[in-house]
């Protein structure tokens, strides 16, 4: 075999010159003849034999240099000075075309040298031939031009920013250039540019702001600061790397938005407020954006947000309240009337109603839901919502809302569809959450349903039961238990009446007149007034008879009778015609002693009807001196007196057939709040005494404390009241204080 023949150092570098030659005028546009299969194979081959001859003429370490050096003195004779040449974007373009030159050098010597990444370049765990080539333009040429370039590309980024046309792609690919040359980190890019480009932009931004906060409306101000934002992200996407978005809005949000929050959202006539009292909500949606950027950025418009919906709810108590007392200057020395039926009251409600949508459109639309907006509408018709409305509470006017809602007769002239009334239910149960005396709405509104069930003025069942629904996934099962019980009750009082009924047809007996017993639950319904009233013969026989029906079919059980929660359909037989007439049981006894007398005295009749003093007032005013003057009463004065004498009034006459006489007016406000003030005696109580029995020991202001987080579910316990609570209960002996700690209560088993 043929031994090789040796290739000496010089010779062979001299013949590889000549390729390189040739690829660098290729690369300089000066020859335009690419490389030949066959040439490229020679000098391959010849790197290759210079690299596998034996000892000491393997010049492999050799050839790694001069590898090296070609690159440098390439870009020494032909790159640095085509770039010294050229500023702006002429350098820019020059040095995107020198890198792609610089690539495809690297590519070509690369595979001419491969026999040296193969074998030396591994055992010797040095910088591949790729690596070198791009060491070389690092060190060679973006050292030299890194500032300029940089300096060009942010000159370009700030004539887009004013609203000139740039090449993006241009600056693309030199930034391209500031990543590759960091060989796998981004410490080229971030020290050399990106550091510079968020330093710019947040002068620029600073000097916009400056203007823009002197010149601009709170919207246009927004506007411009969005179309800000938005571009510097179409920037990131065009050009810049994805991990310079963060870090370049974040300077751009400082200066333009967290900077001059508070100056943007007191802004005389067009800040937030103003937003909102022109019910702005595309630029109220606008400013949640923005401000949800920066942090904490959306806790100053939720408090303007607050304060503004608070301010709305109370201007509208103030102004139902300044209604409320002109009326009553108007109505003083007239008969008082149900409180809180009045069309002030509600329209009052109603009102609020519509705040509550409004405002929770504003926190749904336009502030995405945001559970920061959420709290501050809840506190915000908490604040209004439990102020007194004209001395009444919110609780009892929106009970009594409820009423005129559910009641067959609504009073208001504004007739609703069944959906519609739904709908109004359920947003009232909703307010209901910011009610501080929950208690306080649950015995008003006991007490209306008891009227409406009773005197059967529930315009649905279906709606009645669809409340009771609601409030208790409101408020809890304890809340409605006795409310449930009511309408249960009247159901099972109807199957009681038709056994009464199949009862008297089984037993061939029968009632002078027509009766119809509602037999109830005493511990579901409020208190009724129990009188032993005398009742007419008629009356007397039929309350018998029911008597010995329910004693012949139940067990273990005493009937009670309350006859003023009762009433009665009498035919008034009149001189003109005869009328119909719906009044109550009381008031029905009392008209039937004229029957058989044509005049009896204020004595006589309370002698004969056995009925109170202060009921019979009540019960002659609204039979002589109220719109139906069934009685004629002499003298002719507006209240009855005690020496008054009462007859029948046979002249009476009414354009309808029908009537129903009002009843007899009682103070049940009063009664209602006292009935709630003692219920909430027994809870503290109750409170008090659970939390001591499992604590045993426990100092005063703990005690308070735990005492008000168990009852402010249901109503805001007052603390005076709790003090009051817990000396009454040392008095009981259920607890007792310390004697070395004054502020401490033991609890006494």
Request: with cysteine.
């Amino acid at each position: 075999m043929q031994e090789r023949k040796i290739i000496e150092l010089e010779g062979g570098w001299s013949f590889m010159e000549k390729g390189i030659t040739k690829l660098k005028n290729i690369l300089e546009g000066e020859e335009k003849d690419q490389f030949t299969a066959e040439q490229y194979m020679m000098l391959y081959t010849t790197i290759y034999n210079m690299c596998t001859q034996k000892p000491p003429n393997d010049y492999s370490e050799q050839l790694y240099t001069r590898y090296r050096e070609s690159f440098s003195v390439y870009i020494k004779e032909r790159v640095l000075p085509a770039l010294g040449s050229q500023r702006d974007d002429y350098l820019l373009k020059e040095l995107h075309k020198r890198w792609n030159n610089h690539k495809v050098m690297v590519r070509w010597l690369s595979r001419f040298f491969n026999y040296l990444d193969r074998y030396y370049i591994t055992r010797h765990s040095l910088p591949s031939l790729n690596d070198v080539g791009l060491i070389r333009f690092r060190d060679d040429v973006y050292m030299e031009v890194k500032k300029l370039a940089k300096d060009a590309m942010l000159a370009a980024i700030e004539k887009e920013r004013n609203g000139d046309q740039i090449d993006r792609s241009l600056l693309k690919n030199v930034l391209g250039i500031f990543i590759e040359v960091g060989m796998g980190g981004m410490d080229c890019y971030d020290e050399d540019f990106e550091q510079h480009l968020l330093a710019e932009t947040a002068s620029y931004y600073r000097k916009k702001a400056t203007v823009w906060i002197t010149e601009d409306s709170c919207p246009d101000y927004m506007q411009k600061a969005e179309d800000a934002l938005r571009m510097e992200e179409e920037r990131v996407t065009n050009y810049l790397h994805v991990d310079t978005k963060a870090k370049l809005l974040q300077e751009a949000e400082r200066e333009i938005l967290e900077q001059y929050e508070a100056e943007l959202l007191d802004k005389e006539d067009t800040g937030a407020a103003a937003l909102m009292r022109d019910d702005k909500k595309a630029d109220l949606a606008r400013m949640y954006r923005l401000f949800s950027r920066i942090p904490k950025g959306l806790e100053p418009v939720a408090a303007i947000f607050k304060k503004h919906v608070e301010g709305e709810g109370t201007k509208l108590v103030a102004q139902v309240t300044e209604a409320l007392n002109t009326r009553k200057e108007k109505d003083a020395g007239k008969p008082s009337k149900d409180s809180g039926s009045g069309t002030q009251e509600q329209t009052y409600v109603k009102t609020v109603i519509e705040l509550h949508d409004k405002y929770l459109q504003y926190v749904t639309e336009s502030f995405n839901s945001s559970s920061l907006f959420h709290k501050a509408l809840k506190e915000a018709f908490e604040a209004f919502c439990n102020k007194a409305v004209g001395g009444l509470a919110s609780a009892e006017l929106m009970a009594n809302f409820c009423n005129t809602l559910l009641s067959k007769t609504s009073g208001s002239s504004e007739k609703l569809t069944e959906d519609a009334v739904e709908d109004m239910l359920d947003k009232v149960v909703k307010l209901l959450a910011y009610i501080s005396d929950k208690d306080l709405f649950a015995e008003f509104y006991r007490k209306r349903l008891s009227r409406r069930l009773l005197q059967d003025k529930s315009a649905s069942d279906d709606h009645e039961r669809a409340v009771l629904t609601r409030l208790k996934q409101q408020c809890g099962a304890q809340f409605t238990s006795k409310m449930e019980g009511m309408v249960t009750d009247l159901q099972l009082a109807r199957e009681k009446q038709q056994a009464f009924e199949s009862w008297q047809r089984s037993n061939s007996k029968s009632s002078p007149i027509e009766l119809s017993v509602t037999v109830l639950t005493t511990g579901f319904w409020p208190a009724f007034k129990a009188v032993d009233l005398a009742l007419p013969q008629e009356m007397v026989e039929g309350v018998a008879l029911f008597k010995e029906f329910y004693e012949a079919t139940v067990k273990h059980r005493k009937l009670t009778w309350y006859y003023h929660a009762g009433h009665a359909n009498i035919r008034g037989n009149f001189k003109r015609n005869p009328i119909d007439m719906v009044m109550s049981t009381t008031q029905a006894a009392v008209v039937l002693l004229f029957n058989s007398e044509d005049k009896l005295t204020f004595s006589e009749i309370r002698e004969r009807a056995n009925l109170p003093e202060e009921d019979l007032v009540r019960i002659l005013h609204s039979l002589s001196c109220s719109k139906y003057k069934i009685l004629a009463k002499e003298p002719p004065t507006k209240t009855p007196g005690k020496t008054d004498t009462f007859s029948m009034n046979a002249n009476f006459t009414d354009r309808m057939r029908r009537i129903r006489l009002p009843a007899p007016p009682t103070d049940e406000r009063r009664k209602v709040m006292e009935n709630v003030d003692q219920d909430r005696r027994h809870a503290i109580d109750a409170a008090i005494v659970r939390t001591m029995k499992s604590r045993k020991v426990l100092q005063h202001q703990q005690l308070v404390l735990e005492v008000v987080q168990q009852l402010q579910r249901m109503f805001q316990p007052d603390i005076k009241q709790i003090k009051k609570r817990i000396e009454d209960l040392i008095q009981r002996e259920f607890l007792e204080r310390d004697p070395n700690q004054p502020n401490t209560f033991k609890y006494m088993a």
